[in-house]
């Protein structure tokens, strides 16, 4: 079974950046398919960020510009480079490998943008 590592969540002001880390242990890291997810409380889990095995990209409108999802296969990890944060992304932020019909999911990582 695969296993996902994330890393870098905490607490940023407004404005400020952070960038989270989620590291694979297998060596098909290169042929998953990556996404960032992330969970407001109250709310639903949201897709914030994509990125193929061709490091094809796509992202919520709400991030658009801002986040930065990319890979680097040699370190079977997956970033997402937040920027200008807001409040309102404050949330629990998961990450998420597809491999054919697997499916497997990081612990999550708290990000808080407060002054």
């Known amino acids: 079974q695969e296993q996902l590592v994330e890393s870098g969540g905490g607490l940023v002001q407004p404005g400020g950046s952070l960038r989270l880390s989620c590291a694979a242990s297998?060596?098909?890291?290169?042929?998953?398919?990556m996404r960032w997810y992330r969970q407001a409380p109250g709310k639903q889990r949201e897709l914030v960020a994509h990125i193929t095995s061709s490091s094809s990209t796509s992202y919520a409108d709400s991030v658009k510009g801002r986040f930065t999802i990319s890979r680097d296969n040699a370190k079977n990890t997956v970033y997402l480079q937040m920027n200008s944060l807001k409040p309102e992304d404050t949330a629990v932020y998961y990450c998420?490998?597809?491999?054919?019909?697997?499916?497997?999911w990081g612990q999550g990582t708290q990000v808080t943008v407060s002054s």
């Open positions: 297998r060596s098909r890291f290169s042929s998953y398919v």
């Open positions: 998420y490998a597809q491999f054919a019909s697997l499916v497997f």
